[in-house]
């Protein structure tokens, strides 16, 4: 479902410029997530704030700063103002969590099946996510389920959020 302006608890999904969008998108498409062009995700929050994962760590900044760029704002279908609320307030609490691209591989040894006793032990110790992993964390404290799946949040990519909810 998509908002014109954005509501907060939408998730925004954008490009990353330069090499390390060119790495993001390879290593999606090469995991099996598709070639649609979103590397970066973030989530909105009131107030024309949004949240991202950023090498330095999490932030609040403010939304109007990709107004220039494609952005794609999605959210599942019957997200109340409710659970909207849940997520935002969620949100403040990852604020300065370290960003991490080693999840990435330890994103693509989980697609691949490649057995690395306690990955998943590991990238929940760190306390580093990517900022889909943010995203989706947001959610399931909020009690929103994004995958049917099951899977875990540290296993989410940008495209996999992408493919879920703006498939449709």
Do not use: N
């Not at 498409?29 to 979103?38: F, H, N, R």
């Not at 970066?40 to 994962?53: I, M, N, Q, S, T």
């Not at 306690?118 to 404290?141: E, F, K, N, P």
């Amino acid at each position: 479902m998509r908002h014109t302006p954005p509501l907060p608890g939408d998730i925004g999904l954008t490009q990353i410029s330069g090499t390390t969008g060119r790495l993001i998108r390879f290593g999606q498409w090469i995991i099996g997530d598709g070639s649609a062009d979103y590397e970066h995700a973030f989530l909105v929050l009131p107030g024309d704030r949004l949240l991202e994962a950023q090498p330095g760590g999490s932030r609040i900044r403010s939304l109007p700063r990709y107004a220039d760029g494609e952005v794609l704002y999605v959210c599942p279908a019957g997200l109340t103002e409710q659970r909207r609320a849940g997520i935002c307030a969620a949100a403040t609490r990852y604020i300065g969590v370290p960003y991490s691209f080693l999840d990435y591989l330890a994103i693509a040894a989980h697609r691949f099946h490649v057995p690395v006793p306690g990955l998943r032990r590991y990238i929940a110790s760190t306390r580093h996510m990517i900022c889909s992993q943010l995203v989706d964390q947001c959610y399931l404290d909020a009690g929103v389920h994004l995958f049917a799946d099951g899977r875990w949040p540290g296993y989410v990519t940008p495209m996999s959020l992408y493919q879920l909810l703006a498939t449709d």
